[in-house]
């Protein structure tokens, strides 16, 4: 929990122990209080250096305590304590300073980083503010401004601008603990400095400066937070650290972290946290799992296919240090690709200070025979089976016989390609999303051949390229996709009811999605599902041309982006989408006219009554509609836990994080009502089969709404894919 040695005679040395990342559980609080007491009345004591053991300081408070009830002794008093102290303090930061740890790092007279130490207020991110006097002292020690950009976003900083910023005072290479030793033996008995090194006694200057800068930090954090109430919080934290003296400031961060510690939005964000990190706790039906499963080394990997997935992937490798073989088939499309990717390369290393981009590590070339010897392929070509199948079988030739072959599909079934190959088990899906260098998910698809090498190495490559892997199983469209496209359907029949893109996107942007679903089907082109629709046989010459246009394989269809797509209005591309864009690649939305008159149009060709959609339909039908395909996922074994359900969705689908994902959603809702209110409208659309309950949320209703972690004991037979 915590050690108490003595060091040099006079230096009491408190190291945090709580592996594995010295968070400040009620057992670490206790004993830190304890020693810390212990060592500040020991009259031999003349000074105290603080560290965190295994070379992290601390991570702050333990998450998994959030939510339960108090217990043990709280931060504040004991950085009081600690801060009052006439022996000076000196905090030796390795590794993390986080939260409540940077506070008590804070609360100590003097702080010295080791030179690849991070330090921040993340509190933010998990719904909450900086609550055990953060929010008061470091504004005092670095300004209202730089406090202000730091907490309202989380960001944290390196030990060099720690230094720059004033939060630390010297940086090390060497040994941290010892040099905070010697400085600690330095500072002994300099009284008058230890005095002005208590932040709580400092005065912010509050200039008409500090004022504009807390008024335009409050517009800008509405503007990005979505609806999450935690960054506006923080302002109003720092507003009070701005015009009111030390004491008043406090018992202003005390009401409010009281407001934000239970609160749903802080529930939801404190659940993300942790979802993030199971999604990488992968098994298999076979038994494998990610601490059982090998990874292969990768260090040469091929990428085929040059267009905007291929150009993201290619770039994503390229920053993490591996070499990459990009293959075109086309002079002119390799021309272009290779033109794209230097571009997005020199623009990063511009963006990070650096002169030279690692271009060393890209070979551009016409010629497949040049990946023989890769390690893995990412196929990332055009979303066309034949080709997908011509591909694969060709790499088996090319490539040596230990090659992963991985393909980039958003939705096409993994196992008939790795059927066409002689390595069934070193055949994965690596879904990336667009743009790839950009995005953080990957959705890593394994079917039954895929060996659990295979998805190991898929998930550490991931994992290498900053990316959140999650492991799912082969279906069309995966998860992501497949909850998509009931989303995409319930928004295009909202149309056909009565409302307009605009309207719908409004509602879920205020819902907290970062961009309307008619907005984002614009910027990613509406072609794209049009041939999707094609090829799975919604449209085109297979089609009867008896069966009605609303009507495809036994339910409702709403040819809606069919009609467009075939006008030519594709999207931002064209000019022209769901929206009306200034010139073809314009980037600024404009509800149509045009767009309602078509509408009006469209209704009156197929007699539908216009009616006014309420805000709470938009929501409900989209959001409850993805959660029951969702209970079909998880019952069908396609996705392991709702929490990687609810990952895929944060990190790849713009879900507002503060509301945890559609899995978590539904549960804060409470599946009573979320069942209730898809009975409703499966009543009223009989027509819609995706509306009608699924036969795991009815379970879990008459199970009485468990938590989401324990919806994986009321699957039946578990194991069926994941
Ligand atoms: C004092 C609390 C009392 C509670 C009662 C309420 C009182 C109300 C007053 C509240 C005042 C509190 C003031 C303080 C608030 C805080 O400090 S909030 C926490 C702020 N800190 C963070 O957000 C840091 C979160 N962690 C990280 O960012 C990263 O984990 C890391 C530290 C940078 C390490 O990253 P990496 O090396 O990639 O490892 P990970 O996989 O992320 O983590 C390893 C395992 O450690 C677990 N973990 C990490 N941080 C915490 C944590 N703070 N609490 C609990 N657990 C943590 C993480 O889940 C991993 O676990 P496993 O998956 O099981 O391996």
């Known amino acids: 929990?915590?050690?108490?040695?003595?060091?040099?005679?006079?230096?009491?040395?408190?190291?945090?122990?709580?592996?594995?990342?010295?968070?400040?559980?009620?057992?670490v609080r206790r004993t830190i209080t304890d020693i810390m007491h212990r060592a500040l009345t020991d009259g031999e004591v003349k000074a105290v250096v603080l560290c965190g053991e295994n070379g992290t300081f601390c991570a702050g408070a333990d998450i998994r305590e959030f939510g339960k009830p108090p217990s043990g002794p709280a931060l504040v008093p004991l950085i009081h304590d600690m801060e009052a102290s006439e022996k000076p303090v000196v905090a030796a930061i390795e590794g993390v300073a986080l939260g409540g740890g940077l506070e008590i790092a804070l609360g100590c007279h003097y702080r010295i980083a080791h030179a690849k130490a991070r330090l921040g207020f993340p509190e933010v991110m998990l719904g909450l503010i900086p609550g055990a006097g953060g929010s008061q002292r470091l504004p005092r020690l670095i300004g209202i401004p730089a406090a202000l950009e730091l907490i309202t976003t989380g960001r944290l900083v390196s030990a060099q601008e720690a230094l720059k910023l004033g939060i630390v005072d010297q940086v090390v290479d060497g040994n941290t603990i010892e040099t905070a030793v010697k400085f600690a033996l330095n500072v002994i008995g300099v009284c008058r400095p230890l005095l002005s090194r208590r932040l709580s006694e400092r005065t912010p200057a509050f200039s008409v400066d500090a004022a504009a800068v807390l008024e335009e930090g409050m517009a800008r954090v509405k503007q990005r937070?979505?609806?999450?109430?935690?960054?506006?919080?923080?302002?109003?934290?720092?507003?009070?650290?701005?015009?009111?003296?030390?004491?008043r400031g406090m018992e202003t961060e005390e009401q409010l972290i009281n407001m934000l510690i239970d609160s749903s939005q802080a529930r939801a964000?404190?659940?993300?946290?942790?979802?993030?990190?199971?999604?990488?706790?992968?098994?298999?039906p076979s038994g494998a799992r990610w601490n059982n499963s090998k990874p292969r080394a990768v260090h040469r990997v091929g990428v085929v296919g040059l267009g905007t997935m291929g150009r993201g992937i290619t770039v994503s490798l390229v920053k993490a240090g591996i070499s990459v073989v990009a293959v075109e088939m086309e002079e002119k499309q390799m021309d272009l690709g290779m033109r794209a990717v230097l571009g997005m390369l020199e623009r990063d290393a511009q963006r990070r200070g650096d002169t030279r981009p690692p271009t060393h590590?890209?070979?551009?070339?016409?010629?497949?025979?040049?990946?023989?010897?890769?390690?893995?392929?990412?196929?990332?070509?055009?979303?066309?089976?034949?080709?997908?199948?011509?591909?694969?079988t060709e790499l088996c030739n090319v490539c040596k016989p230990s090659t992963l072959l991985c393909t980039n599909?958003?939705?096409?079934?993994?196992?008939?390609?790795?059927?066409?190959?002689?390595?069934?088990?070193?055949?994965?899906?690596?879904?990336?999303?667009?743009?790839?260098?950009?995005?953080?998910?990957?959705?890593?698809?394994?079917?039954?051949?895929s060996s659990a090498e295979a998805v190991a190495t898929a998930m550490t490559l991931g994992k290498r390229l900053g990316k959140v892997g999650v492991v799912v199983g082969n279906c069309p469209g995966f998860v992501g996709n497949r909850m998509m496209k009931l989303y995409l359907d319930q928004a295009y029949f909202l149309l056909e009811e009565g409302a307009a893109p605009e309207q719908v996107d409004q509602v879920l942007e205020e819902f907290g999605f970062t961009m309307g679903i008619f907005k984002v089907s614009d910027l990613s082109g509406l072609d794209v599902g049009w041939r999707v629709r094609k090829a799975s046989g919604l449209i085109g010459p297979d089609v009867n041309p008896k069966t009605p246009s609303r009507w495809r394989q036994g339910c409702r269809y709403s040819p809606l982006p069919d009609l467009l797509c075939e006008?030519?209005?594709?999207?931002?591309?064209?000019?022209?989408?769901?929206?009306?864009y200034e010139t073809p690649g314009g980037k600024e939305p404009k509800p149509d006219p045009a767009m309602h008159r078509f509408l009006q149009e469209y209704r009156s060709r197929y007699g539908l009554t216009p009616r006014h959609v309420h805000a709470h339909e938009v929501i409900e039908r989209c959001t409850y509609a993805m959660a029951n395909e969702g209970f079909r996922i998880l019952e069908e074994g396609i996705a392991a836990r709702a929490e990687d359900i609810d990952v895929i969705y944060v990190f790849g689908y713009g879900w507002p994080r503060h509301r945890g994902g559609p899995m978590f959603h539904a549960a804060q809702v409470g599946l009573a009502t979320v069942l209730q209110r898809l009975e409703h409208y499966h009543q009223l659309h009989p027509d819609v089969p995706h509306l009608q309950p699924s036969p795991l949320l009815q379970r879990l209703v008459e199970a009485g709404s468990p938590p989401v972690h324990h919806w994986r004991e009321h699957v039946q037979h578990l194991h069926s894919h994941l």
């Not at 919080?233 to 650290?241: D, M």
């Not at 040049?370 to 893995?376: E, I, M, R, T, W």
């Open 225 to 247: 937070a979505r609806g999450a109430f935690a960054p506006v919080v923080c302002v109003q934290a720092l507003r009070a650290a701005a015009t009111l003296p030390y004491s």
């Open 269 to 284: 964000l404190q659940y993300c946290f942790f979802a993030q990190r199971n999604a990488r706790k992968w098994s298999l």
């Open 567 to 580: 006008q030519g209005h594709l999207g931002q591309k064209s000019g022209r989408g769901w929206y009306l």
């Open 361 to 392: 590590l890209l070979t551009f070339t016409l010629s497949l025979q040049q990946l023989g010897n890769v390690d893995l392929v990412i196929e990332a070509v055009f979303e066309d089976m034949a080709l997908k199948k011509r591909l694969f």
């Open 409 to 449: 599909t958003s939705g096409l079934d993994v196992d008939a390609l790795a059927v066409v190959t002689h390595r069934r088990s070193l055949v994965v899906g690596m879904h990336f999303f667009a743009p790839a260098n950009v995005m953080k998910l990957l959705e890593v698809v394994c079917g039954p051949h």
């Open 1 to 27: 929990m915590a050690r108490y040695s003595r060091t040099e005679g006079t230096i009491a040395l408190i190291t945090l122990s709580n592996p594995p990342v010295n968070a400040l559980g009620a057992a």
